[in-house]
């Protein structure tokens, strides 16, 4: 039903509006004629899969410093991503949320500073970054947000600007890859953060602010919004891939909006736009709507419960696919806890999400992860009913191969029952051992098609959803796994 009303929407949508990119903007997939996983290749060409270092190489060093920006370069990640907030004095940095008591030092350098405010009806306490000056946040220093993970750079990194920010790309992609000979640059994934709230609160608009740091950047103009020469916009050039230096993501689609109207007034390109979507937004009959109507977004960056999910979240790819979007999931975390009960490893999942679910790049916390992922390719993965059809070919050859062993056994041990007394002695030896025999065949086989028989309930429950070797139970609910993310909202 859900499905029919999804597909009435964009059948709708399709005609009214129509999608298109606008002119020097590239779509965020990456050309089959471009895509290599042949490891000489990879320096010019690149994995058809979109490696994006959620906050930084957020897994080794802590979130949304300059350090773990570039290492996430380093290891190969098509783009770093940071959340961008505005101080006091209208700057931009990069920091997990507006409450940089999450990631900093700031309760014991300005103790007295928190405060109450409500934020998407919630009250909410902290110590917020637009009550501090550019000065006074530079003074912090971050500390790795998730229990468990090194803390050994703990408090070592200040917070990034912007600028910082797009120097940093700048000298990667112009000057050490340049060098290297290397051809795959990088690019900058910024979401806005929390601009209804500076918008309706505080009379500011992020939009605004960012578009003025970009006028005050020297690299900026040329690496983002060069109308002059398009071909710097990613796309296929001279037989390569590189991927679209900027992309601009949010939750809030008036803001994409709002970026796409100023950034066209001013007659700079576009960069290409992606919808974010919580877990609970992917799958209300409005959400394609509202990507219908926005028209002009390259792709949509949803919780990964709204692509794992076994019924909903094929329809949430079908609809991806006829709207011709990217799709971009969060996020690819390394511990077990982050996982989704039926996978073995992050690995796992990722892998699945790409060969057989289909999305085309992921917002990771280990890039290598991602780079890996992508380069190795799909080539050796295999569906349920692929390996559902091995299994019952390797147990039909046991169980024939085990079907003659027990005739063959039965028929050595009717014969010793059958020779004379002197052999008696001889015999009994031999019956123990036809008795053992056959009992160690008999429980064998029994344990053996009790395991299958499981086995083979379970692939059948999910046969239709594709698995990978090692893949645990699904939940037969839709609810993709219970383990809370905490980026249901905040990614
Ligand atoms: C938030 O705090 C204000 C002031 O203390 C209070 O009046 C209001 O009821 C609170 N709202 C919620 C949702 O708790
Ligand atoms: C700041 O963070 C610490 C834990 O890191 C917490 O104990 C404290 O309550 C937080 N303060 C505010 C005002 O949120
Ligand atoms: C880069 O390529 C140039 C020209 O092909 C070559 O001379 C140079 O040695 C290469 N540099 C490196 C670091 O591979
Ligand atoms: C909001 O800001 C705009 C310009 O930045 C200004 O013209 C307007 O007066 C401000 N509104 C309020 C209510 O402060
Ligand atoms: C456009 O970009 C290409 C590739 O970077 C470069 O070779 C060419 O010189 C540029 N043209 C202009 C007019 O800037
Ligand atoms: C059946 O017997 C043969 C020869 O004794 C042995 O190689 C084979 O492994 C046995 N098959 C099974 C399934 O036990």
């Known amino acids: 039903m859900r499905g029919i009303v999804f597909a009435i929407f964009s059948i709708v949508l399709t005609k009214i509006d129509g999608l298109h990119l606008d002119a020097g903007q590239c779509p965020l997939l990456v050309p089959s004629s471009v895509a290599t996983k042949i490891p000489s290749q990879l320096a010019k060409k690149r994995p058809n899969f979109i490696t994006i270092a959620h906050r930084g190489a957020s897994y080794s060093l802590p979130e949304h410093t300059i350090p773990a920006y570039r290492l996430a370069l380093e ?13 006091k004095d209208n700057k931009l940095v990069a920091i997990h949320s507006i409450d940089l008591n999450i990631t900093t030092n700031v309760a014991s350098l300005y103790p007295e500073r928190h405060r109450t405010i409500t934020l998407d009806g919630t009250n909410t306490s902290g110590y917020f970054v637009f009550d501090f000056t550019l000065e006074e946040v530079q003074k912090l220093r971050v500390k790795q947000r998730l229990d468990g993970r090194s803390t050994s750079f703990d408090f070592s990194f200040p917070i990034p600007t912007i600028q910082d920010i797009v120097d940093l790309l700048h000298d990667w992609n112009h000057d050490i890859v340049i060098k290297n000979n290397i051809t795959k640059r990088s690019g900058i994934y910024a979401e806005l953060k929390d601009p209804q709230y500076y918008l309706q609160e505080l009379n500011t608009s992020l939009v605004d602010i960012f578009l003025k740091e970009m006028e005050q950047n020297k690299h900026a103009d040329k ?50 736009y992606v919808l974010l979507a919580n877990a609970k937004h992917c799958h209300l009959p409005g959400f394609w709507y509202e ?27 079908i609809e991806a696919k006829k709207f011709n979007l990217a799709v971009h999931p969060y996020t690819a975390r390394e511990e077990i806890e982050f996982v989704t009960p039926q996978f073995a490893s992050a690995e796992e999942e990722l892998r699945w999400l790409y060969c057989s679910r289909g999305i085309t790049g992921m917002f990771t916390e280990s890039s290598d992860l991602g780079v890996r992922i992508g380069t190795r390719g799909c080539e050796d993965f295999e569906t349920a009913e692929e390996i559902l059809k091995e299994d019952i070919t390797e147990m039909e050859k046991e169980d024939n191969d085990k079907q003659l062993n027990v005739t063959i056994s039965q028929d050595l041990c009717s014969q010793f029952d059958n020779k004379d007394d002197t052999m008696k002695s001889a015999a009994l030896m031999m019956i123990g051992t036809c008795v053992g025999l056959l009992m160690g065949l008999f429980f064998s086989k029994k344990g053996h098609s009790t395991n299958k028989g499981l086995q083979q309930k379970e692939s059948s429950k999910t046969i239709h959803l594709g698995k990978m070797k090692g893949m645990k139970k699904l939940p037969t609910n839709d609810d993709g796994g219970s383990h809370s993310d905490d980026d249901m909202e905040i990614i």
């Open 75 to 87: 290891l190969g990640a098509d783009y770093i991503e940071p959340y961008l907030v505005a101080t």
């Open 223 to 272: 690496m983002f919004f060069n109308t002059k020469n398009q071909t710097h916009f990613g796309c296929e050039r001279m037989g390569e891939y590189q991927v679209p230096p900027l992309v601009i993501q949010c939750f809030d689609a008036e803001t994409l909006h709002e970026m796409r109207s100023k950034l066209h007034s001013k007659g700079m390109a576009q960069p290409p």
């Open 291 to 317: 990507v219908g109507k926005l028209g002009f977004i390259s792709g949509v960056g949803p919780d990964k419960k709204c692509v794992i999910q076994e019924t909903a979240g094929k329809e949430f790819m």
